[in-house]
């Protein structure tokens, strides 16, 4: 079955550090779709990024960037230079695309605090 | 474009009763998915719909259902309401039938007393 894996619950870092938030992910399908969802303190899920599983050039966008490797089984998530609007709960979520529709499988995920 | 809506977004019950929850999805979106979020559970798959058909059902009771009007709007109704119903629900819409992003609303927060 399915299933990933966010280690870290809570981090906390001060402002302009570096932070990477890490994503391990179980799946027994070939193809599959990995995201990255940010939920501020507001509760709405907003998509930052997703990947499939045959893509594995790591992605830049601004001060976000994203580490996908399948030896691994691992997708990275990196911010740079770090600011108090980054505070979130940040979640890692896994498609297969054996399994009709779109239903994503969750990490626990990671609440980064950025004090300034 | 207008994003994913809920409503309402805040909702109080008592046990034993029921309660239905309503999306609409982003304009032209097809797919409709429910999820549950507690803080002991986290983010739980509930169902999806597409084309007002039920595609894939997580490990729910009975008590929750769902349905999808040919207008891709969607409800869910959960019956006979426990205390551990109560969560953050979130309903997110994807363009295509499978493979796709999944863009998410604000969520309804259900409080069951």
């Known amino acids: 079955a399915q299933k990933v894996t966010q280690a870290q619950t809570e981090i906390s870092v001060v402002e302009k550090e570096d932070v990477t938030l890490d994503c391990v992910y179980e799946t027994r399908d070939t193809t599959y779709y990995l995201f990255w969802y940010k939920q501020p303190p507001s509760g709405e899920l907003v998509f930052l990024i997703r990947r499939n599983s045959f893509d594995e050039q790591n992605e830049i966008s601004g001060r976000y960037s994203w580490n996908f490797q399948k030896s691994t089984s691992s997708f990275n998530f990196t911010i740079t230079a770090s600011q108090v609007v980054d505070s979130a709960v940040y979640f890692c979520?896994?498609?297969?695309?054996?399994?009709?529709?779109?239903?994503?499988?969750f990490g626990g995920g990671t609440r980064l605090m950025v004090k300034p | 474009k207008a994003g994913v809506t809920q409503t309402p977004r805040y909702l109080i019950k008592t046990r034993g009763q029921q309660v239905t929850l309503s999306c609409s999805p982003i304009?032209?979106?097809?797919?409709v998915s429910w999820y549950q979020q507690t803080p002991g559970q986290g983010l739980q798959f509930l169902f999806e719909?597409?084309?007002?058909?039920?595609?894939n059902k997580g490990n729910f009771p009975g008590r929750f259902s769902g349905r999808q009007f040919s207008n891709s709007r969607s409800e869910m109704n959960v019956s006979t309401l426990e205390l551990g119903d109560s969560a953050l629900y979130l309903c997110?819409?994807?363009?295509?039938?499978?493979?796709?992003?999944?863009?998410f609303g604000p969520g309804t927060r259900l409080t069951v007393l």
């Open positions: 979520a896994l498609s297969e695309a054996k399994k009709a529709g779109n239903m994503l499988t």
């Open positions: 304009s032209g979106h097809r797919s």
């Open positions: 997110a819409s994807s363009l295509m039938i499978a493979a796709d992003t999944q863009y």
């Open positions: 719909y597409f084309s007002e058909t039920q595609r």
